[in-house]
């Protein structure tokens, strides 16, 4: 078990994201509030899901894999049904688990929240602050409003705190952690015997028969796929991008309008000493106080560079006397304004008077003054002029993507037309196939779209251009047919040296099998070891284990109610092994430490499998209901 939670954590991992999460990451809270048409994909709460919201969900699925995984990034695993249809048990699910949350207004608090957002955005600034202009501008690039993205997030808490719940009630019983763990730390003694599979190579005689009969049956082996050679043109943002300019009369106007934004205020640091007075105290008392702190500014005024030793000694703010008085970089409104108004009217190095406030008497001294700045236009240029081109380019692409998909369309006997009227070159590209291809190196002609649009019925027979195809944000395609050529299968003389080679060495492997299960059957009978290695242990603790991994694996599923015990396992490329079970043993001094670890991998496993249970129930109390299978749209897509 502990093999399987290792191996299938990140899968388990990412089930979890994929039940929990999508309204945030996929879809939006706003798009559940939404009723859709009455064909949708999927019914959950009497809601419809449609099919553009699937699809977006797996754009998105896809985009977000390829960002984690980079050049390990492979589409395939995603394009295939089981993984589309994942995307929509995951959104059946997501609203499942929307209702409930709805249906039980489960909140957070708003200290929670906005703790949570200031984590999530990480905008803060040097000094530890909220930083609020980037936050703002982070909510206009989303093009979102400060209350929708709190929506989200508190959303998004609110389902994790459910999920959480359900999870934490599942636990595991010391005897089951302990049993699984007596399991993962059993020792085999084993003794193995090899086969080789090339020992049987003289008995093997390859006939012509042989050969013709694994040509017939293994028929798909040896097919060439129908392939593609088609002319492109691509409306991407290097199009676009050469189709824009700005001025600098643009950027001067984007700078004038905008100089806050490349300001820096100015900063002040300070330190102080107080001689702190009561709220209530008598007339006398604050005289004494007064009296005292008139006696530390003498002593300040004739040793002001020992001002921090003085604060130290004398002040009693408990917040700043350890620290020499140090208030560290002073913000507005943070002090009383007797305070304040020293801090921001005192030099660099300047000492003030007594300042009287609520807390008592001050003395203030201002460490520091970083003057503020005013970034130069010439300096600010290169920033504004990116992002006014980026601003530029968007509108540009909303723009010429409309007349891209129209064109495509309405001259659709040739690709010329589009190219001439928006300045794009005809590329050429050979070997497209009906799935992915890698080794064309060209990832925007590997999308699903764009190949089924290319193999439709219409652009194969008519040689019509497809639809322009969105293959990746802001990015379209659209190919034209030069040449079909049919699938093909690989004739006999051709692959005849290939197949008489496989044949053989299945030949081999029967052979070597054959004779090690006579041994099993002879070492049954007699219990003799003779011919058996020396003994070597194999655990499931082991990481590199003393056989072949295969032969291990076989070892410790093998049934030891009875030694010695027997395995015979095929070991591709090599031959036959056959193994002696002779002896099974517990350590002396089991690994505490991991099996701490393993208990809280088997709670977690259980916690997973609770909240599972607790999602499907959701989705039978919400009514879910799938209207269609990814498997049943990509047999129809075939047709």
Do not use: C
């Not at 050429?428 to 009906?434: D, K, S």
């Amino acid at each position: 078990m502990f093999e399987f939670i290792r191996t299938h954590q990140r899968l388990m991992q990412f089930l979890l994201l994929l039940l929990i999460l999508p309204s945030f990451v996929l879809v939006g809270v706003s798009q559940y509030e939404s009723r859709g048409s009455n064909d949708g994909v999927a019914t959950v709460d009497g809601r419809t899901i449609t099919q553009q919201e699937w699809e977006s969900a797996q754009r998105r699925q896809i985009e977000q894999a390829r960002a984690m995984m980079g050049a390990q990034f492979d589409q395939k695993l995603f394009d295939s049904p089981e993984a589309k249809q994942e995307v929509l048990d995951g959104l059946v699910a997501e609203r499942a688990i929307s209702a409930e949350v709805a249906r039980n207004h489960l909140t957070v608090g708003n200290d929670t929240l906005y703790k949570a957002i200031q984590e999530q955005t990480g905008m803060k600034k040097p000094d530890g602050s909220f930083d609020l202009d980037a936050y703002k501008a982070f909510l206009k690039a989303q093009g979102m409003s400060a209350e929708s993205f709190q929506a989200r997030i508190g959303y998004q808490m609110a389902v994790q705190q459910l999920a959480a719940s359900v999870q934490n009630t599942a636990f595991a019983p010391r005897s089951v952690a302990g049993r699984l763990s007596d399991l993962n730390d059993q020792q085999r003694e084993v003794q193995e015997m090899l086969f080789p599979a090339s020992n049987y190579a003289a008995q093997v005689k390859v006939t012509d028969e042989m050969v013709k009969a694994y040509y017939d049956k293994n028929a798909a082996l040896f097919q060439v796929p129908e392939t593609i050679k088609a002319e492109y043109v691509v409306l991407n943002p290097e199009a676009i991008e050469k189709m824009v300019t700005v001025s600098d009369a643009e950027i001067a106007d984007a700078y004038n309008k905008n100089k806050a934004r490349f300001s820096t205020p100015e900063k002040r640091s300070a330190s102080h000493i107080l001689i702190t007075v009561a709220k209530d105290a008598k007339p006398a008392d604050d005289a004494a106080a007064k009296a005292k702190a008139q006696a530390i500014l003498l002593e300040v005024q004739k040793a002001p560079n020992d001002f921090a030793r003085i604060a130290k000694a004398q002040s009693q703010d408990p917040g700043s006397a350890e620290l020499g008085g140090d208030l560290g970089v002073v913000e507005k409104g943070l002090f009383d304004k007797p305070v304040e108004d020293a801090i921001f009217s005192l030099k660099e190095g300047e000492i003030s008077g007594l300042v009287r406030s609520s807390f008592g008497y001050h003395i203030v001294k201002v460490t520091k003054v970083v003057p503020a700045t005013q970034k130069p236009l010439e300096e600010a240029r290169p920033e504004i002029a990116a992002e006014l081109k980026k601003t530029k380019m968007a509108s540009k692409y909303s723009e010429l993507a409309e007349t891209f998909t129209n064109t495509v369309y309405e001259q659709s006997d040739s690709l010329k037309p589009v190219a001439d009227k928006m300045g794009l070159t005809i590329e050429t590209v050979e070997g497209l196939t009906r799935t992915p291809n890698p080794a064309l190196g060209k990832p925007l002609l590997n999308n699903d779209k764009f190949l089924k649009a290319i193999f439709s019925q219409d652009a194969i027979a008519n040689k019509r251009n497809t639809e322009a195809v969105e293959v990746a944000p802001s990015t379209l395609v659209s190919g034209r047919v030069v040449e079909f050529k049919p699938a093909t299968k690989r004739p006999l003389a051709e692959v005849e040296a290939v197949i008489r080679q496989r044949v053989t060495q299945e030949e081999e492997m029967r052979l070597a099998r054959q004779a090690g299960e006579a041994k099993i059957a002879a070492a049954k009978a007699s219990g003799d070891a003779t011919g058996f290695g020396d003994v070597k242990n194999v655990s499931r603790t082991m990481q590199q284990p003393t056989i072949n991994p295969a032969a291990a694996m076989a070892v410790l599923k093998a049934d030891v109610s009875k030694l010695p015990a027997y395995v015979g396992v095929e070991l591709p490329g090599q031959g036959y092994g056959v193994y002696r079970i002779g002896k099974v043993t517990q350590p002396a001094q089991p690994d505490q430490a991991r099996r701490k670890q393993e208990a809280e991998a088997i709670a977690r496993a259980m916690g997973n499998a609770e909240l599972y249970g607790y999602v499907e129930a959701l989705k039978k109390k919400a009514k879910a209901k799938l209207n269609v299978k990814a498997a049943d749209l990509g047999a129809k897509a075939a047709e």
